[in-house]
Structures are given as structure tokens and as C-alpha cells.
Nanobody, 115 residues
Framework: VQLVESGGGLVQPGASLRLSCAAS????????MSWSRQAPGQERELVAT????????NYADSVKGRFTISRDNAKKTVYLQMNSLKSEDTAVYYC?????????WGQGTQVTVSS
């Protein structure tokens, strides 16, 4: 199982970014996918989850209305569209998925929101 995030970077407040997570090594279309983030000195926070068919999404209150999770099962990729970014969104963002009893994580991508 491999999850590889990309798309992070340094942006100004109010800007947008789209994160991608390319999956391999498992039947992507059969599993829910999630994004979490961790800021320095803080606990990891679950940001968004999407079901395996993409019909249901859930968001943390802190990002609701600004972030959108989506997936392309043909490309085995999950996305996180982040709009109206704030300084408090600065964190390392991870995609992950629970396969049976194990949860697999990507290596993370840094998002920094600063003027």
C-alpha cells in the first residue's frame, strides 16, 4: 500500500490550493479515504472523509464550507480542494485509509498560509 500526497506549498491568506493523494497497492475504489492535518505542537486533526463511492463526505467544523474532498476512482486519486485559506490551516496534510484492521498513511505535504 502506498499513498503519495502532493500539491502543498506556501500561499497567502485567502488563496486556494488543491492537494492530491495518489494511491496504489490496494483496490482504491472499495475504501473510504480521508485527509488529516497536524500543526506543530498540536494533535492530528481529521479534516475530511469521503466514502468509497464518493456519495458521502464529512468535514471538520473548522474547514466546512471552505474545503472539498473528492475522488477519482479511475485515477486512484483523492483530492482536497482548499479555498479561503487561513493562517490556522498551516499544517502537514496527510491522506489515509483504513484497510481492515490497519490504517495506512502517506508521508504528508506541507501547507503554509502566511502573508
Amino acid at each position: 500500500v502506498q499513498l503519495v500526497e502532493s500539491g502543498g506549498g506556501l500561499v497567502q491568506p485567502g488563496a486556494s490550493l488543491r492537494l492530491s493523494c495518489a494511491a496504489s497497492g490496494f483496490t482504491f475504489s472499495r475504501y473510504a479515504m480521508s485527509w488529516s492535518r497536524q500543526a506543530p505542537g498540536q494533535e492530528r486533526e481529521l479534516v475530511a472523509t469521503i466514502t468509497y463511492v464518493g456519495g458521502t463526505t464529512n468535514y471538520a467544523d473548522s474547514v466546512k464550507g471552505r474545503f472539498t474532498i473528492s475522488r477519482d476512482n479511475a485515477k486512484k486519486t483523492v483530492y482536497l480542494q482548499m479555498n479561503s485559506l487561513k493562517s490556522e490551516d498551516t499544517a502537514v496534510y496527510y491522506c489515509h485509509s483504513k484497510l481492515g484492521l490497519s490504517t495506512f498513511w502517506g508521508q504528508g505535504t506541507q501547507v503554509t498560509v502566511s502573508s
